[in-house]
C-alpha cells in the first residue's frame, strides 16, 4: 500500500481488476492503495455502493485533493452505445439523493483531449446490477439518468463529506437493450474476476450462455480500449489541477 504523502492529486476508484489495468500497469490489490504517476492514486474496491465508500475514505484520509470514479457502466439511454465515454453532471442513488460533479473538472475535460466524452445528463448508482432491458427502461423512466453503475454515489457521497471535487468518467459496456446472464453475471467475483468453477458449471447446466460469450468479450474490449485512450489522454490525474 502507498502512504499517506504519496497522494497529492485525485484518489480514483475503480471497481474492477480490468478497469485498473487501463490506469497502471502495476497489479493493483484489492481494497489497497495504488499509486499513480503525479501524485495521483487508485484503490481497486470491488463492485457495490459499500466498497466503494470504503475506497474513497482510504483515499480522502491518504490525502487525494480530489476523488474520481473511473470505469464502465451500463447505458439506460439507447443513444448511449458501447464505447462511448461519460462523464455525467450529476449522480443519483435510489434513495433520491442527487450529487454534482465539479462543473469546473467536468468543462476542462470538453475541449483539450481530443476525445468525444458526454458531459451531460445525469448518471444512476444502484445497489445491484440492472440485468435486463425491461430493467433498464424501468430505471430510464423513472429517473431520466443516462447510465447506471454501482459505485459513484458512495464516492460522491464521501467527496461531499470530506469537501473534495469530485467527478465520474465511465465507458458504457453494456447497451439498454443488451441483457447479462445471471448466471454469467455469478461466474465473477467483486473484482470481475472469473470464478472458473461458477462459470464452468454455469456453461455446462446452460449451454446457450456459450454464444453469450463473444458478445460480453467484445463489448468489454471496446469499454476499456476507450478508458485506455481517455486515461492517456487526462493523465494519472483523470485532468485534475488543484
Keep these: 500500500m502507498s502512504t499517506p504523502a504519496a497522494i497529492r492529486a485525485t484518489g480514483i476508484v475503480v471497481a474492477l481488476a480490468s478497469e485498473a489495468s487501463t490506469l497502471t500497469s502495476r497489479a493493483a490489490k484489492p481494497e489497497c ?11 481497486l474496491s470491488g463492485m457495490g455502493p ?26 439506460l439511454n439507447p443513444q448511449m452505445r ?28 470538453q475541449g483539450p483531449f481530443a476525445l468525444p466524452i458526454q458531459t451531460e445528463g445525469s448518471l444512476l448508482s444502484v445497489a445491484a446490477p440492472l440485468l435486463t432491458e425491461a430493467a433498464k427502461t424501468a430505471a430510464h423512466q423513472h429517473c431520466g439518468a443516462l447510465a447506471v453503475d454501482m459505485e459513484s454515489a458512495a464516492v460522491a ?19 439498454s437493450s443488451d441483457a447479462i446472464p445471471a448466471a454469467l453475471n ?25 454464444g453469450e460469450l463473444p458478445r460480453l468479450y467484445s463489448r468489454m474490449q471496446k469499454a476499456t480500449q ?7 489522454a487526462t493523465g494519472p490525474g483523470l485532468g485534475w489541477h488543484r
Excluded at 457521497?157 to 447497451?175: K, M, S, T, Y
Design 33 to 43: 492503495i495504488t499509486a499513480l504517476a503525479d501524485g495521483a492514486a487508485l484503490c
Design 50 to 75: 459499500l466498497a466503494a465508500r470504503r475506497a474513497a475514505k482510504m483515499l480522502a484520509e491518504a490525502g487525494a485533493s480530489a476523488l474520481a470514479v473511473f470505469g464502465v457502466a451500463g447505458a
Design 82 to 109: 458501447n464505447g462511448t465515454l461519460f462523464c455525467p453532471q450529476h449522480v443519483l442513488d435510489e434513495e433520491g439523493h442527487r450529487y454534482t460533479a465539479d462543473p469546473d473538472w467536468r468543462t476542462s475535460l
Design 157 to 175: 457521497a464521501v467527496a461531499q463529506e470530506h469537501g473534495l471535487p469530485f467527478l465520474v468518467l465511465r465507458a458504457i459496456v453494456d447497451e
Design 186 to 210: 455469478g461466474s465473477v467475483d467483486a473484482w470481475g474476476r472469473p470464478r472458473m468453477l461458477n462459470l464452468v458449471t454455469a456453461l455446462c447446466r446452460h449451454p446457450s450462455l456459450w
Design 226 to 232: 476507450a478508458l485506455r485512450a481517455l486515461a492517456a
